[in-house]
């Protein structure tokens, strides 16, 4: 395990990203695993499925403020985006084949074949054609971010938080086109607030006990809001083209100011977390690690399509407290089982990736041991 790990990571952060994951898995879950359209919608299981789907709904910017706060100050590196993009291919093409092969019910489409190789141009993941835009760009924010006082980064923080988040959710539209989170834009402006903690530190109140009342506190806003504007939609009293029904609508979403909210209190958290236990520290880097492959193997077709649809429906007629007890430990069993499959192919890559490594090794010591030999030679003429 430890020849995974270059250097000991925050084992904080690592476990943010695991965190987010069954976030995300319990946001996947409720929705394509059919718990919220089981349930009646007056019904407490109603309310208590729709609350976990806004708990997951802030995993992506959790995800992209982590990528702010680790990245910040690290060196541009083009082999970790065609690494990315390599397990990108992976968890498209080895699905593909085994359902072509191994399962004749499932039908792969030519579409989907050039989707496995040609991810980017096929848009296969829009986190991942988002994040490619904020790689290409992360030296020059590095560098002009490193470059501001603690005072102008925060004003900047204030202002992008104003403008980008608040404003869309007063005035109900997507004002500097952001595509409502789903972009490369999204990506770059939570980078900002990532790298901001990173830079010029957790602030001294961001305790647990100011943090964790924050995260809940955004979080049944934003659930009170979008269940205000259902209501009022199912009542007849709001159209969808009404601007009280827009802005409500913001109130659940990637640039929702809840949402940020939610992954800043998330990171400062988890960020300040003591893990002093050796097993969790040497394990937590590796499971983190292992994060994107799991998001990218479940919802790739074989598993969102033919396997999660739908499967978890029975839930729906569980009792609240049952409901929620159901889907977050089904959430948490899946994250295992997917991260230790995810694991696997971080093993398989470095197993391949061995030859390389050796071949890579004999031409950097044929160096030295030229340089060596010239430095010699320069001094015996001399």
């Not at 830079?199 to 934003?222: C, D, E, M, N, R």
Request: charge should be positive.
């Amino acid at each position: 395990m430890e020849s995974l790990i270059k250097k000991e990571r925050n084992p904080g952060i690592e476990l943010f990203r695991c965190v987010s994951m069954i976030m995300i898995i319990i946001l996947h879950v409720t929705n394509q695993g059919g718990v919220l359209g089981a349930t009646d919608s007056q019904s407490p299981s109603y309310f208590a499925a729709y609350f976990l789907k806004v708990i997951g709904y802030c995993a992506v910017d959790c995800y992209a403020v982590i990528s702010g706060y680790v990245n910040s100050g690290k060196n541009f590196r083009v082999t970790k985006i065609f690494s990315m993009w390599l397990e990108v291919v992976f968890w498209l093409a080895i699905p593909a084949i085994i359902c072509h092969f191994f399962i004749p019910s499932v039908t792969v489409t030519q579409d989907k074949w050039i989707e496995a190789f040609m991810p980017v141009s096929t848009k296969a993941y829009w986190y991942f054609n988002a994040y490619i835009l904020l790689f290409a760009l992360m030296p020059i924010l590095n560098r002009g971010l490193e470059a501001l006082t603690e005072k102008q980064h925060r004003y900047i923080m204030i202002f992008l938080f104003v403008t980008v988040t608040c404003m869309p959710f007063i005035g109900g539209s997507d004002l500097f086109v952001t595509s409502s989170g789903y972009s490369g834009i999204w990506l770059i402006i939570l980078f900002v607030f990532g790298a901001y903690f990173r830079l010029h530190g957790i602030p001294k109140f961001a305790k647990w006990y100011v943090t964790l009342p924050a995260f809940f506190l955004s979080a049944g806003a934003s659930w009170a809001l979008d269940l205000l504007r259902l209501e009022l939609a199912r009542s007849g009293k709001v159209e969808s083209s009404d601007l009280l029904y827009r802005s409500l609508d913001r109130a659940l979403s990637y640039i929702s100011p809840f949402m940020v909210i939610m992954a800043i209190s998330f990171l400062c958290l988890f960020a300040q977390m003591k893990i002093n236990a050796k097993p969790l520290r040497k394990i937590l880097p590796i499971m983190g690690r292992a994060t994107f492959g799991v998001y990218l193997f479940h919802v790739g077709d074989m598993i969102w399509v033919h396997w999660l649809k739908g499967r978890y429906k029975d839930f729906g007629s569980f009792e609240w407290w049952k409901l929620l007890l159901a889907v977050i430990g089904v959430s948490i069993l899946l994250f295992i089982v997917w991260d230790i499959i995810a694991i696997g192919r971080i093993y398989l890559f470095k197993l391949c990736g061995l030859p390389f490594k050796k071949i890579k090794q004999k031409i950097e010591k044929k160096k030295e041991q030229k340089v060596q030999t010239t430095s010699e030679d320069n001094n015996g003429t001399a």
